[in-house]
């Protein structure tokens, strides 16, 4: 492996699984009782909002009695201590990464503590309930909030800022994601493209694990912080 400066880390939704948040794709194929297409996409919303708000809203309530775990308290040491540059690119739309302290974050599919106005197209925190038609905290409109959460169909957010981030790292590592949703399930071959080692971190192979170096399987509450203390000690 080379010398390492820059790297770029990919979460999903594994990395929430031992703080009690549901993984997508159970045995069942279903997410919390629902298929995708029926909670996950703007056909969805536009055919039944009040579903799609109540869904969202459960999800948003569950945030209360959840916690980070030590995966995201190692990733976000790393943050802190990491000289070169680093950014940590996570599908999930919880806030674990968040109240763990990581900085260098972005929120590829969106948060479930932030609303979009379709009124005035303006942003803002958002922890209550959306099915209870509230007002838009910047323009005052009632009825016009959706979460804001990138469903099936519509482009995940910050690209270009990602692209270019893979492209210059040296080190890409995978943490807790089944490989199955494009773009992100694509990066590790961009990473690798531009000359990156690669790294996947997760219970079960993942679709994609033969384009990876380097496979741990395991927790990642377990495998995380060991792979940081690594990385740590050469610095
Ligand atoms: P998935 O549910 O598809 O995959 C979670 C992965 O985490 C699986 O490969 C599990 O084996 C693994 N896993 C489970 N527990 C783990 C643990 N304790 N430690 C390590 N790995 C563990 O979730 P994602 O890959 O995140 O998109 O799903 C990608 C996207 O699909 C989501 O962001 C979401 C969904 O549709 C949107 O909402 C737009």
Redesign the pocket.
């Known amino acids: 492996m080379n010398e390492i400066n820059n790297i770029v880390i990919l979460t ?4 929430s ?2 703080s009690g948040v549901a ?3 159970g045995p069942d194929g279903l997410w919390e009782g629902h298929r ?1 297409e029926d909670v ?1 996409t703007p056909e969805a919303f536009a055919r039944n909002s009040d579903l799609v708000q109540k869904f969202y809203d459960e999800r948003r309530a569950k945030l209360q009695s959840v916690h980070p775990n030590a995966a995201h308290a190692a990733l976000a040491k790393l943050d802190e201590k990491w000289p070169g540059d680093l950014l940590l690119v996570t ?3 919880d806030d674990l990464h968040d109240r763990a302290g990581a900085t260098r974050l972005l929120h590829m ?1 969106g948060e479930l503590n932030s609303a979009w106005c379709l009124a005035c197209d303006g942003r803002s925190h958002f922890d209550g309930e959306m099915a209870l038609d509230p007002a838009c905290p910047k323009c005052d409109q009632f009825g016009y909030l959706r979460p804001d ?4 169909g519509e482009m995940p957010y910050e690209m270009e800022r990602i692209e270019l981030a893979l492209a210059q790292c040296d080190l890409f590592v995978s943490i ?3 490989g ?2 494009y773009p ?1 399930a694509g990066f590790v071959q961009s990473a690798r493209h531009y000359g990156a080692h690669t790294l996947e ?4 192979p ?1 679709e994609g694990s033969l384009h990876f170096h380097e496979n741990r399987m395991g ?3 377990e495998l995380v912080p060991t792979w940081v203390e690594e990385v740590l000690s050469h610095v």
């Not at 999903?12 to 990395?15: C, K, L, M, N, S």
Request: glycine letters at 12%; aromatic letters at 10%; a neutral charge.
């Open positions: 999903g939704a594994g990395i699984a031992e993984t997508f794709r995708v996950a599908q999930n739309v599919h959460i990138v469903w099936f807790g994601t089944s199955a949703v992100a971190m997760n219970l079960d993942s927790k990642a509450g």
